[in-house]
Nanobody
């Protein structure tokens, strides 16, 4: 059974950087599209970023939500079964629980929908103070 474990969250000041990690077990990591979503209290789960499944010969496509484009970078290390989210120039509005998700899917629209992903991590809290 596929399991996802996130790490790297914390309390930081605005303007600094933070890197989240998500490790997948119980499946072949390279076969899965991977994504980050976030959810603030009282709000719906929001798409942050996604990366398609990858092969050694092809760099996977990446996608970003408008609010993080230019500040966040998603990457994957298939050898380590790990997904990363490098978050730069953090803002207070980035405060949320960040979730890692995995699924066998492709296409920009599907990758941005939470319902497309059957596997989810437990989430990691990111709090950005002003």
């Amino acid at each position: 059974q596929v399991q996802l474990v996130e790490s790297g969250g914390g309390l930081v000041q605005a303007g600094v950087s933070l890197r989240l990690s998500c490790t997948l077990s119980g499946g072949t990591f390279s076969n899965y599209a991977m994504a980050w979503f976030r959810q603030a209290p009282g709000e719906e789960r929001q798409f942050v970023s996604a990366v398609e499944w990858s092969t050694p010969a092809l760099a996977p496509s990446t996608y970003y939500g408008d609010s993080v484009k230019g500040r966040f970078i998603i990457s994957r290390d298939n050898a380590k079964n790990t997904l990363y989210l490098q978050m730069n120039t953090l803002k207070p509005e980035d405060t949320a629980v960040y979730y890692c998700a995995a699924g066998v899917l492709t296409g920009g629209r599907a990758l941005k929908r939470p319902n497309s992903y059957p596997y989810w991590g437990q989430g990691t809290q990111v709090t950005v103070s002003s």
